[in-house]
């Protein structure tokens, strides 16, 4: 089963990019890499998700080494208002086909002013 | 943002009652989770269902049932509340399985104490 592991916390100063390491060593071939944000206690927030090849949206940039075993989501210009407990997680093989999302402790990530 | 609500979003209750937490989602999507939130642990799932009547178990079921009797409704049943269940519960929901590259939505949390 492929599991997660992220920094505890990390900080990032307004205005720069934030760079937020996941790694995923034991991920299976189509197992996803997905990417969610949790702001306070609000429900968690989905940002991005990939398999092979680098994606990008209009919320961030999810960077996926060959191998598969780590990723980085960048968030190419911070604002305070991205200050929020970030989780990188791989979707596991369940019942029937089917797939278990399974969330790690996440990063907190702290934009400075 | 995605058609789910959770009820009742707080409640205190007893050790030794149950309770049930109700999912609701207008989406019409197939798939429905839950999770719970405690501090040290991220989010745990606890089970979820892959189509009316048809559930499996997440990470941390035990003391918890599940029902799902038409596509809408998932709920959450503590039989026997204990203290240790005292957490904030998160519903999801997905229109695929994650192995198509499918996202899950979240409801925004029932906060359950027990004392």
């Known amino acids: 089963d492929a599991k997660t592991t992220q920094p505890p916390s990390m900080d990032c100063a307004e205005g720069r990019a934030a760079n937020l390491p996941c790694n995923h060593s034991t991920i299976s071939g189509n197992e996803y890499v997905y990417w969610y944000r949790q702001i306070h206690s609000q429900g968690p927030q989905y940002i991005i998700h990939?398999?092979?090849n680098n994606e990008t949206n209009e919320m961030a940039s999810l960077i996926i080494t060959e191998d598969r075993k780590s990723s980085t989501l960048i968030l190419p210009h911070a604002t305070l208002r991205d200050t929020a407990v970030y989780y990188c997680?791989?979707?596991?093989?369940?019942?029937?086909?089917?797939?278990?999302?399974?969330f790690g402790t996440g990063t907190r990530l702290k934009v400075l002013a | 943002d995605a058609g789910i609500t959770q009820s009742p979003r707080h409640k205190v209750t007893e050790t030794g009652t149950p309770v049930t937490l109700r999912c609701h989602q207008t989406?019409?999507?197939?798939?429905m989770y839950w999770y719970r939130q405690d501090p040290g642990h991220g989010l745990r799932l606890i089970h979820y269902s892959y189509g009316v009547k048809d559930t499996d178990k997440g990470e941390v079921s035990d003391g918890y049932s599940v029902s799902r009797s038409k596509t809408e409704d998932f709920l959450l049943t503590l039989e026997s509340a204990t203290s240790s269940q005292t957490s904030v519960y998160f519903c999801?929901?997905?229109?695929?399985?994650?192995?198509?590259?499918?996202?899950?939505?979240f409801g925004e949390g029932s906060w359950l104490t027990v004392v």
């Open positions: 997680i791989v979707n596991r093989a369940g019942t029937s086909g089917t797939y278990k999302y399974i």
């Open positions: 989406e019409n999507h197939r798939y």
């Open positions: 999801a929901i997905s229109e695929g399985t994650g192995g198509s590259g499918n996202t899950i939505y």
């Open positions: 990939g398999l092979k």
